[in-house]
C-alpha cells in the first residue's frame, strides 16, 4: 500500500519569490510519482510526472519536481511565482505494477500575493 | 478531445431523494475513476473500473452509493436516498492503461453536489 503526506496546507508566498511544495510517500514497492494542480472551480490537471529515468522533471510553465529514493520525497519548486501560479496542489503516488490506482495528498494551496 | 464531461455541472436536491451523476471518459481511455472532494477530508477515491469492470469500491461510503459502467462511454454515479453529508464535488477522471508505464489520469470539471 501507498501514502502520500503533504506537509503545509497552506504556503504564502510574494510574487517573484521562489517556492517549495513539500511532499513524502511511502510504499513497499517502487512508484511513480505525480503532481497535479487544481485552479479554482476546476477539476485537477496533470503538472508533472516521475515514471522513470531522470530524477528531475520539469513541466511547462517552470515548475520542477525532484524524486529522492532515500527520503522518499517528490518535492515541488519553482524559482519565481506569478499570481497565476495560486491554486491547489496535489502530489500523488501509484504503485508500479498496479491498475493504475492513484493515492493523492491532502493537498497544498499556493497563495501568491502582489 | 472534448476531454472528460460531467454531467450535471451542479446538482441541488433534498435530502432522501435520488441523485445520478454521469460521466463520458475521453474516447479510448479504458480505466475510470470516480472521487469525492470535501473540505474536511480531502480528495477521496470512491471507486475504479478498469475495461469497464469495477476493481476497487472499498471507497464506497456505504451502500447508498452505487457506480455502474455499462460501456466504456459511460458511467454512472448514484446516492440513493442522498443525506446532506454527501454534499461535495464529484469528479471523473480517466486514463490509459497499456502496456507501458502512463497511469496519468485526465480530470472532469466536476459536479458540485448540494443537498439539503
Known amino acids: 500500500a501507498q501514502s502520500v503526506t503533504q506537509l503545509d496546507s497552506q504556503v504564502p508566498v510574494f510574487e517573484e519569490a521562489p517556492v517549495e511544495l513539500r511532499c513524502n510517500y511511502s510504499?513497499?514497492?517502487?512508484?511513480?510519482l505525480f503532481w497535479y494542480v487544481q485552479y479554482p472551480n476546476q477539476g485537477l490537471q496533470l503538472l508533472l510526472k516521475y515514471l522513470s529515468g531522470s530524477t528531475l522533471v520539469e513541466s511547462i510553465n517552470g515548475f520542477e519536481a525532484e524524486f529522492n529514493k532515500s527520503q522518499t520525497s517528490f518535492h515541488l519548486r519553482k524559482p519565481s511565482v506569478h499570481i497565476s501560479d495560486t491554486a491547489e496542489y496535489f502530489c500523488?503516488?501509484?504503485?508500479?505494477?498496479?491498475?493504475?490506482?492513484?493515492?493523492f495528498g491532502q493537498g497544498t494551496t499556493l497563495q501568491v500575493k502582489p | 478531445d472534448a476531454g472528460v464531461i460531467q454531467s450535471p455541472r451542479h446538482e441541488v436536491t433534498e435530502m432522501g431523494q435520488e441523485v445520478t451523476l454521469r460521466c463520458k471518459p475521453i474516447?479510448?481511455?479504458?480505466?475510470l475513476f470516480w472521487y469525492r472532494q470535501t473540505m474536511m477530508r480531502g480528495l477521496e477515491l470512491l471507486i475504479y473500473?478498469?475495461?469497464?469492470?469495477?476493481?476497487?469500491d472499498s471507497g464506497m461510503p456505504e451502500d447508498r452509493f452505487s457506480a455502474k459502467m455499462p460501456n466504456a462511454s459511460f458511467s454512472t454515479l448514484k446516492i440513493q436516498p442522498s443525506e446532506p453529508r454527501d454534499s461535495a464535488v464529484y469528479f471523473c477522471?480517466?486514463?490509459?492503461?497499456?502496456?507501458?508505464?502512463?497511469?496519468?489520469?485526465?480530470f472532469g470539471p466536476g459536479t458540485r453536489l448540494t443537498v439539503t
Open positions: 473500473f478498469n475495461n469497464n469492470v469495477p476493481i476497487d
Open positions: 474516447s479510448g481511455h479504458n480505466s
Open positions: 477522471a480517466s486514463s490509459f492503461r497499456g502496456r507501458g508505464p502512463s497511469y496519468e489520469q485526465y
Open positions: 500523488a503516488v501509484s504503485g508500479r505494477g498496479n491498475t493504475g490506482k492513484l493515492i
Open positions: 510504499s513497499s514497492v517502487s512508484v511513480y
